[in-house]
């Protein structure tokens, strides 16, 4: 564990381009508790997964795209079974329930952000469009999911202050019930003894 820790902190822009290019929520929170250590910066952070998300999406828009225009690509057929075509059908449909503003929801939906990006090339959204909302979407859910690392950084100090303090607690209230046990004892052995 403490060499997957050493590792990220050394290639840490590399290792959070490369995970929030691929999905990104785990390796996303990671970097916001790395910024709560000291170990990032906030803005880059939000700036790397913004950007990465953007280029990711941006790949299955356009293979989206090439499959309208009727020219199939290569990688195609694999992506849709890695996708999985149930998925593909649900972005679809969400796609064209609401438009460019889906580009921007579908951010949010662990596993059908690029189902919805290959969507929205595969239905012909103009891409200017594609670009504001997935540009707009991806930033707000960088620095969403990077405050929440952020946050979970601070709630497990907390947790450890807290641990230390209940410890501390619970150790004051074994002596202070050990010391009554005691007393209890010696002012019964007293009374037993009787008058000297």
Known sequence: METLLQYFIDYRYLVIFLGTFIEGEVVLIAGGFLVYEGHLDFTVLVLLATLAAIVG???FYWVGRRQRVGTRHPWAARLLNFIGEH?????????RRHGGKSVFFIRF???????GAM???????EIGRFFFFNLIGSFIWAVIIGALGY?????????????????IGFLLVVAGLLAIYVLNKRKKRKKRQGPV
């Open 57 to 59: 999406d941006n790949i």
């Open 87 to 95: 998925r593909l059908f649900k972005g679809e449909e969400f796609v």
């Open 109 to 115: 939906f662990y596993g059908l952000r690029y189902a």
């Open 119 to 125: 969507t929205a090339g595969l239905l012909g959204m």
């Open 151 to 167: 946050v979970f950084g601070q709630s497990l100090e907390a947790i450890a202050k807290g641990v230390k303090l209940a410890e």
